[in-house]
């Protein structure tokens, strides 16, 4: 899916040829990237203007100025590149806007021609909207293969205002290490640990250099590195014999006589990394003074907390207060906050040392008890689940991506087991989740979480949960589509369907509050699934896809026009006619609609005007909702007969929105394989709050709905047969789209398929945790009797769909502050 499509204007003046030497990392590939001349760009749509008054440098700019949200302006330039280069490069530029209203692009994008032919659409490097001074932008991105050209284009598309461009650039991309996070007696005694990535693929080396000479070295050929160093001799981890596994300790510490105020006082050495880049053999180096503590005792394994909106890669080490000090570890410690009938998660990590590996690991829970009043949220309450991973070879790197982000092992999957073993060295998360029953009494409750392997003393992770003095609902309050579809869980499964398998995946989504529906289904769902469903929280469910019957198939998205024949038609109505009649009876209409047309565009309008007027003639009251390509205004859905129009987030307008509400229609949205940044999303190499967020933005932005288009798309290589979570955690199961979409990852993908029923997956997790945040706002707004309140309160997470916080402590933080005043009302 192509999202942004420019039609090619190959205008001679336009293009710029780089030939003979070769291209140079720092060289601008640009021609005239000031406009400080005339020529090398050319006219997008309805042009530009080289402004004489404004300048970022120098004394013009590129001018773009709007009258309508219909307005596209912009400027083109191809670069020819001969020889075709293969190397990761960077787009930049500056811009200033006033008053900037965007429909759909204000940014710097890129289309990238490979030498073989194919292409590579749609790099962008975007600015804010609104009024703003001189504000920089830049996005780095990969290439698969040799690129012969690039256009390169300035946008200011489905936009209105004024805005100016200037100092542009495209370079090859910069080569610099990315971070490098150190961290001194993670396992004990004179060890340092480091990890860190750099820009580019690159080679490495770690090395501890003390007084005399070089005390210990590592390397290694792919990214992120990751070392782990001490001084020959201390044995640190020899391979000596782990403690026998008794007592309690933090990261399995052995007991040891308490360090003498020589020891306490710490070795001074320096750490020096190097690396070399794989593509131009550039090489740098960074030198840090660290300070060790030989008196420390040796650990065989960390421990450590998480929040559960960080995704944890296998390399990760503990966030060090502070660098280059080492000190005896704090006693690791969860804290979390919840209301009641909401489920709140973090996570345990588990470390082993270099040449140490835990062998049979159990995770042991305590009820949590509150000591003001004595009350319990019971240790049945506390369920955990092993981290899994499944590979991602190639990861799509944006602005947002996370720095120790790299291809290989994905975590994603949340694995039901009952022990684990860890490799050396590899960071294995435990995903642990707290559910308080509904009016459970407010206070702080204390327990305890214990890691417990076979060959290892046992870790306590103390616990704190502050409870909230209110409950949550168990029907929520915004409507949900997200796709859990049949034809999958029988490829898996095979046929028929139980409805006792099926009531089991319905369950799992619902009590991560979506509704256990499918905007897809050409059979309507079964009375009795909806009945069962409804105690438990649904609140919308799609009677029918009005396309052909999916027989053999595993799903029918959208069918051609030319299957809207009579004959069809009178099919659908002897088929809905008794069952929207038997919904009516049941009770059930009021939560019924229908939905139809899949991303169509102007050719189905006289379709979608005739079967959408269908359903309002024979069955009032079920409303009609599609992600068809109409207008957000209310003249245009009643001429279609839309009801509920879903334009995905990039194309969602809060100003047209709001006149179609006030016209009582409902405008939901939607995300797909995009947009990504600056929007967000949860594919599964986007930041892991990004699932949390998005609902903060759906209150903010006042959506009726949000829908996505498959919970269960497991139609991809190895994806045939139920994941067997005792196997270990790297999973052959696939979540990578594949073949021109081998960049793309659990698109369409939150669940997995266990032997007996669902596995979820971390972000499936946080988005039940965003829903949930959700309702905060929803009680906030009810309780102060305006909406208003509750879309300011979202303020210091998110003001509108592209700006929002990517920060876990500041969402908590704003999220305790609500529940706090909900508390004093």
Request: glycine share 8%; net charge negative; hydrophobic share 40%.
């Amino acid at each position: 899916m192509r999202v942004c499509v420019i039609a090619p204007l190959l205008l001679a003046a336009s293009t710029t040829a780089l030939t003979a030497a070769p291209v140079q990392r720092g060289q601008n590939l640009l021609a005239n990237p000031g406009f400080e001349a005339d020529g090398a760009w050319e006219p997008v749509g309805e042009g530009f203007q080289l402004d004489d008054t404004v300048a970022h440098t120098g004394r013009r700019s590129l001018r773009c100025e709007g009258a309508t949200l219909d307005s596209t302006h912009g400027a083109r330039q191809v670069l020819t590149l001969d020889p075709p280069v293969q190397h990761p490069f960077l787009i930049a530029g500056w811009s200033r806007a006033a008053g900037a209203e965007v429909g759909q692009d204000y940014d710097l994008y890129l289309d990238v021609h490979y030498a073989d032919g194919t292409p590579l659409w749609g790099q962008i490097a975007r600015f804010e909207a609104g009024t703003h001074d001189w504000q920089r932008t830049e996005a780095t991105f990969d290439v698969a293969k040799p690129v012969q050209s690039i256009e390169v284009f300035v946008l200011f598309r489905r936009a209105r205002r004024t805005v100016w461009f200037d100092d542009l650039e495209v370079t090859l991309a910069p080569f610099a290490f990315r971070e490098l996070r150190i961290l001194p007696g993670l396992f004990g005694g004179e060890s340092v640990s480091v990890v860190g990535s750099t820009t580019l693929p690159a080679h490495w080396r770690a090395t501890l250099e003390g007084p005399a000479g070089v005390l210990a070295d590592q390397s290694g050929e792919a990214m992120p590195l990751r070392a782990d160093l001490s001084s020959p001799g201390l044995g640190v981890w020899s391979g000596s014999p782990l403690p026998s596994p008794r007592g309690r300790g933090v990261g399995g510490e052995a007991p040891s006589p308490s360090p003498s105020p020589r020891e306490r006082a710490g070795v001074r050495v320096r750490l020096r990394v190097s690396a070399t880049d794989d593509l131009l053999g550039e090489t740098i180096e960074e030198v840090r003074p660290v300070t060790t503590s030989p008196g420390t005792p040796n650990r065989g394994y960390a421990v450590w907390t998480e929040s559960s909106m960080q995704r944890v890669m296998p390399t990760r080490l503990p966030t060090a207060p502070r660098v280059g000090h080492a000190s005896r570890l704090s006693p690791p410690v969860a804290r979390i906050a919840l209301a009641g009938h909401e489920y709140e998660s973090f996570q345990i990590v588990v470390l082993p040392a270099p040449d140490r590996e835990l062998h049979g690991v159990r995770v042991e829970t305590s009820d949590l008890v509150c000591r003001a009043n004595g009350a319990r949220i019971a240790a049945s309450n506390i369920e955990w689940q092993q981290v899994g991973y499944v590979h991602a070879p190639r990861i799509d790197r944006q602005p947002n991506t996370e720095a120790d982000a790299a291809p290989g092992w994905w975590p994603d999957p949340l694995l039901p087991v009952e022990r684990f073993d860890v490799p050396s060295g590899w960071a294995q998360p435990v995903w642990v989740t707290v559910y308080a029953p509904p009016d459970t009494p407010p206070g702080e409750y204390i327990g305890t979480i214990t890691i417990n392997p076979r060959n290892a003393p046992a870790t306590e992770v103390e616990v704190r949960a502050t409870m909230y003095g209110f409950t949550l609902p168990v029907e929520g309050h915004l409507k949900t589509a997200f796709a859990l579809m049949d034809g999958y869980l029988e490829q898996v499964y095979g046929e028929p369907l139980t409805a006792e398998l099926r009531q089991r995946y319905g369950d799992f989504v619902l009590r991560h509050r979506l509704n256990a529906d499918d905007i897809s289904r050409t059979s309507p769902p079964a009375i009795e699934d909806l009945l069962h469903y409804r105690d438990r929280g649904l609140n919308a469910f799609n009677v029918l896809n009005m396309v052909q019957e999916r027989g053999e198939a595993t799903w029918v998205c959208w069918s051609p026009l030319e299957a809207y024949t009579p004959a069809f038609k009178q099919r659908l109505i002897e088929r809905l006619d008794p069952y929207v009649a038997e919904l009516r009876r049941q009770g059930l209409a009021e939560k019924a609609y229908i939905y139809t047309f899949d991303e169509r565009g102007e050719e189905f309008y006289p379709t979608i005007r005739e079967y959408f007027g269908l359903v309002h003639e024979r069955y009032p009251g079920i409303p009609t909702l599609t992600t068809a390509y109409v207008r957000q205004d209310p003249a245009a859905m009643r001429d279609l007969n839309v009801d509920w129009a879903c334009p995905v987030t990039a194309a969602y307008h809060f100003e047209e929105a709001e006149r179609c509400r006030a016209a009582g229609l409902q405008v939901w949205s939607y995300i797909c394989l995009g947009p990504r940044y600056p929007y967000a999303n949860w594919l599964a190499d986007c930041p892991l709050i990004e699932a949390r967020v998005i609902w903060w933005q759906a209150f903010q932005q006042k959506l009726d709905g949000f829908l996505y288009w498959g919970l269960n798309i497991w139609g991809r290589d190895h994806n045939d047969r139920p994941v067997d979570p005792r196997g270990g955690p790297l999973l052959g199961w696939s979540i990578t789209t594949g073949g021109d979409y081998d960049w793309l990852h659990g698109d369409g993908e939150l669940l997995y398929a266990g032997p007996d029923g669902p596995i979820g997956s971390i972000r499936l997790a946080n988005i039940r945790d965003g829903l949930e945040d959700y309702e905060y706002l929803w009680l906030f707004s009810d309780r102060a009797g305006n909406i208003e309140a509750g879309r300011e309160a979202c303020t210091p997470i998110t003001t509108d769909l592209t700006s929002f916080t990517r920060d876990a402590a500041t969402l908590l933080a704003q999220r305790e502050a609500i529940a706090r005043k909900l508390e004093s009302r």
